[in-house]
């Protein structure tokens, strides 16, 4: 072989090898897919032991067949379950997935599963229940963007319509979730801060987002407060309890019940004439618009820092509507992520 031929095939090989170095350093950034080139989404929710959650993973699921991205969505096995959550993030951190979507349990429970993907510089959208700033702050863990209910003014929202079913006031009890949780205290403030004098709030209690804990909270409190006439519940789920308690105490119809979140079996309990009325999330649109945001954040557009979602009360005057579009909003809401995608 002469040194001419030679040297010629010798400089082909090393264009090949220099080709595939640099596609490979050029699909890491391709497309703004993200640090790693993924355009694959990992969602890590709360427990699918509350149809809330469920009604969210299916946001997910439905969204991402709709603008195109793959997800991976895992779950709590409870909505207590904050050391399970962590560790069903920390073992989808360390792999190949572009943009994540959590909604911890706790404002702290995702911190340190987190903090591997924000030194990796991959998108982080906090849906439903805020990750505590300070301690997001303290990790060095950057949220892109938060996508949640104003549960203050859901709280209030709630007190409006508690002022309306009792007219003359009266007293009432409030029904918390896990105790110390932003959500829930929240939803507390806005409604201790939104009732007329009139109503008096004579007992608050927590009963972990659970509905066997709130029917025996509420039917202790109705033994204690004869003459309660109405409770504030911080989530639906635990309001049937609720519900289920003054039946049992044989005061249907004389205790108002209000609560927040609107799954389907409080819209039902509403149409039966039970529950008086929810403050309605739409965890569905929460979700598919935290998969909105991964798609946004994957292309390099810049997102807002804070989405509110959409709420909605929902008494026995337009519960029918709020049937028939269920999960979905019965009225038009804002969602700037709409506009990043066009």
């Known amino acids: 072989m002469c040194r001419q031929s030679l040297i010629t095939k010798m400089s082909l090989i090393l264009l090949a090898v220099l080709g595939v170095i640099v596609t490979a350093c050029g699909g890491a950034s391709s497309g703004g897919s993200g640090s790693n080139g993924s355009t694959q989404v990992a969602a890590v929710i709360k427990g699918l032991d509350n149809p809330f959650f469920q009604a969210m993973q299916r946001g997910i699921q439905d969204e991402a067949g709709t603008v195109g991205v793959s997800v991976t969505i895992q779950a709590a096995t409870s909505i207590t379950d904050t050391t399970g959550q ?195 999330q739409y965890p569905y649109t929460i979700g598919a618009m935290g998969v909105e945001a991964c798609k946004a954040a994957l292309a390099g557009k810049t997102l807002p820092a804070k989405v509110t979602a959409p709420v909605l009360v929902v008494t026995s005057d337009n519960v029918a509507q709020a049937l028939a579009n269920f999960p979905k909003p019965f009225s038009s809401y804002v969602d700037p992520f709409q506009d990043l995608l066009k």
């Open 86 to 280: 962590a560790d069903k993030l920390q073992a989808l951190a360390g792999q190949n997935y572009g943009c994540y979507i959590v909604n911890p349990i706790s404002g702290t429970n995702l911190v340190q599963a987190l903090a591997p993907i924000a030194q990796a510089g991959k998108p982080i959208i906090n849906i439903d229940n805020p990750i505590s700033a300070q301690a997001a702050q303290a990790a060095g863990i950057k949220i892109s963007t938060y996508i949640g209910t104003d549960n203050v003014s859901a709280g209030q929202q709630a007190a409006n319509e508690m002022a309306k079913l009792l007219p003359t006031g009266g007293k009432v009890a409030l029904i918390g979730g896990i105790a110390g949780d932003v959500t829930s205290q929240q939803r507390l403030q806005g409604f201790s801060q939104g009732i007329p004098a009139t109503i008096q709030i004579v007992q608050t209690v927590a009963a972990d987002w659970d509905r066997q804990k709130a029917l025996t909270a509420a039917g202790d409190i109705l033994r204690a407060h004869p003459d309660l006439k109405g409770f504030f519940v911080a989530n639906d789920d635990m309001a049937l309890g609720v519900v289920r308690a003054i039946a049992d105490a044989g005061k249907q119809g004389q205790v108002k019940v209000v609560s927040v979140d609107g799954i389907q079996d409080a819209l039902k309990s509403i149409q039966a004439g039970q529950l008086s009325a929810t403050v309605s």
